[in-house]
């Protein structure tokens, strides 16, 4: 609206081309085609000589490119835009992004993969980071792995230095971020199998992977793993607190050689106090154990001492009224 008004604004280079990339996240296709074609001439009859004037114009079609496939998927025009594009610059990130995205739309996302896993490095690699880019690449990324069988397409087609915990874990998080939970879980799993502990990259994978069974809820196997983790590092700590103290506490709740969270057998929870009809046919479901004696007249005192605060603050606040 703000170019509209002012129409010498709106018939430059930049007015076309804002107006058209404005068109287009409106949905008014025909319109932002319209606005596209006059910038692209704009830059034709400026010369388009350049460096800048070649940029413009590649920018200028990919955007084009991407409302004539809005407009009509089977069109095959935006994708010979983008071949053209990308045969004078390889490492034009959203041409690659949007060459791969008409595969995924025409159900071969196979083939799209190595196009959006190099448009992921090269936004990593970038000093000026697209934000937008590298949100459409993420989103495009976890819209293919969310079919099944791509988590093992996407094993299959990269190479075995690309395949390190880190970058696992990286193609995880995308996954997370986009709602694509089995694939993300998958490839944290092939991660955590060939991390370690030198690495340092098994306690944030393992966090990772904890977090996303608790998102699907298998919290089961989300306990269990965080046994297997303080069995491997009993010696960390946070604060006075280390692991080996809380496989001690724990132990005193559940078997930690075969950790039951939400079912076990009674015998197996040594520790365990039954509440009332959470505990059903010597099922135990509940894992609080009771507090040490010491520890409970200690809270006594403490809120004694509190509620004595409490009381001399309000007779004072009284006084001085």
Known sequence: ??????????????????????????????????HLVRARSKVASSGGGDETDVENAREIDVWLARAMFAQNPRDAAPLKIYERVLKED???GMAIVQYANVAVERGRGKEAIPHVLQTLILCSKS?????????DTQKLFAKIMAKPGMVES????????????PALGYLANVCKENGVLDACRDLLRRSLKI??????SLLNLSLGYMHVLELTLDYQKAFEWFIKILKQVPDMK??????????DILGQITDVKDPRLLRGTYDKCPKWV???????????????????QSTIDSEKKESHHDDDT?????????SSS
Do not use: W
């Open 154 to 165: 996407l094993m299959a087609q990269i190479s075995q230095a690309a395949q390190s915990p």
């Open 310 to 318: 409490k009381s001399s603050s309000s007779s004072s606040s009284s």
């Open 238 to 247: 946070v604060g006075h607190v280390s692991n080996r103290n809380l496989l």
């Open 195 to 200: 991390s370690s502990i030198e690495e340092g």
């Open 127 to 135: 000093k000026n980071i697209d934000k937008e880019l590298l949100s």
């Open 90 to 92: 390889p490492n034009h």
């Open 274 to 292: 039954k509440i009332g009809s959470l505990c059903d046919e010597g099922e135990c479901q509940v894992s609080i154990p009771p507090l040490a």
């Open 1 to 34: 609206k703000c170019l509209t008004r002012f129409e010498e604004e709106a018939m430059s280079l930049r007015g076309s081309f804002l107006l058209g990339r404005a068109e287009f996240f409106l949905k008014n296709y025909e319109n932002a085609k319209r």
